[in-house]
């Protein structure tokens, strides 16, 4: 099934349906996917949405929210070997050893989350704005100290992530031995739709990114080195995940700028600049669609700091 949250007026209320085809079969009222991330509440759902739908629209005439706009929490993994060796070494650094005996993840900001379509505005202060191609797990149900076996239980469905990152702001920030922080907290794409567990686990999902209608990266999700079980058991480790947590995949092998320019040259892939399109895509989960525009200035937190310092 695929699940996506929509609305049929950019100023209107939410509204959920399941997507069949190029149509979406709406459920009455303002329910939310979070309200239905329990396996038996989305059968029932979706039987409703087939068999008498409150309304059945065209993909194409509706504005596609986040499948979750506002998750509990946000916990982006680097589960990707290629990736973490490349974009280690871009930045002078070797592989720790940690990395192979447990997943490492970062908190990002559920307040930041975007639809498939929305711009992307450059953030303040940055010139070096990049894309990561990624897939997210949707927690369903509740759990705690939960195993690798048993973390499958508790995934409701995945989507497509692009967790867009400010290299220049990270690097700097990141001297300081906490982060990131400002360098990914200002937008994260997801969608355009839930894809539930049971269609996708197993299934082979070749990922792709293109900059202006030139493909830049290609993965595929089977590449992984720690499985989504895994990735859910460790971020459950001594506390617990909530439906509609999201639990980030981290970027696939040759899935951002970071990565490509250190092997092919920074001229041959330049960071992102206002006007760029990009669009990610893996099959089953669809495509996101963004374009870069204009941000906003820093607002100085001390008179007399450089820019830099801003």
Known sequence: MRWATYRSDPEGPDRVGLVCGDVIHGLPGETSLMDLLGDEALQAAARRALDDPADVVPLDVVHLRPPVPEPPSFRDFMAFEQHVVTSHSAIGLAVDPGWYERPAFYFSNPGSIRGAYDDIAIPPGSAKLDYELEVAAVIGREGADV?????????????????????????????????????KDFATSLGPWMVTADELVGADVAMSASVNGQRWSSGNLEDLYWSFGEMVAYASRGTRVRPGDLIG???????????????HGSQAY?????????????????????????GRAPIPLRPGLSREQR
């Open 147 to 183: 195993s690798p076996e048993e973390a499958s239980h508790h995934i409701a469905g995945f989507v497509l992530l692009c967790d867009w990152s400010a290299r220049d702001l990270q690097a700097e920030e990141m001297r300081l031995h906490l982060g990131p922080i400002k360098g």
């Open 270 to 294: 330049p960071y992102l600049s206002v006007g760029d399109r990009v669009q990610l895509e893996a099959d089953m989960l669809g495509a996101i669609d963004a374009t870069v525009v204009v």
């Open 249 to 263: 995949s981290g970027t696939v092998g040759t899935g951002c700028i970071l990565e490509l320019s250190a092997v």
